[in-house]
């Protein structure tokens, strides 16, 4: 790109640049830090309008409900468990790095499994299958 001015463009940060301190390390995919998610084992679910669905969900099993105390105001009143108040950093440290999670977490077991087949019987006319979403919200 042309540049219009004599001015010297600003080093990037990074292992190049000691003044600026070292790069940032990569950022981590969708694995949760926490033991959480492995296989057929809790997981942890975030941001306000999938952790409100997921705690109507009667046939969802709740573990641990975090919120900020701003989020936590934006629950029903009643519910399958209380939340634990805690920092947005908290909540950080549990969820994989640059997860948007609204101030409010919920560790959860997975759902049972149900086959096509079992859907399509009960009269299921539309069905979604997504692969990488980066933001079910747009959905």
Do not use: F, Y
Request: net charge neutral.
């Amino acid at each position: 790109m042309a540049r219009n001015h004599s001015k010297p463009r600003k080093a990037h940060a990074g292992a190049d640049n000691p003044r600026r301190g070292p790069a940032r390390p990569p950022r981590r995919s969708g694995k949760a830090r926490d033991a959480g998610g492995a296989e057929g084992g809790p997981l942890w679910i975030w941001g306000t309008h999938a952790v409100i669905a997921a705690l109507a969900n009667p046939a969802r099993t709740c573990h641990e409900l975090l919120a900020t105390e701003n989020a936590a105001q934006r629950l029903p009143a009643t519910g399958p468990i209380a939340p634990v108040l805690v920092t947005a950093r908290d909540i950080d440290t549990r969820l994989p790095e640059g997860a948007v999670h609204q101030g409010i977490a919920v560790k959860v077991d997975p759902l049972e499994p149900v086959a096509l087949e079992d859907l399509i019987d009960a009269g299921i006319s539309h069905i979604a299958v997504l692969d990488q979403v980066s933001d079910p919200h747009n959905l």
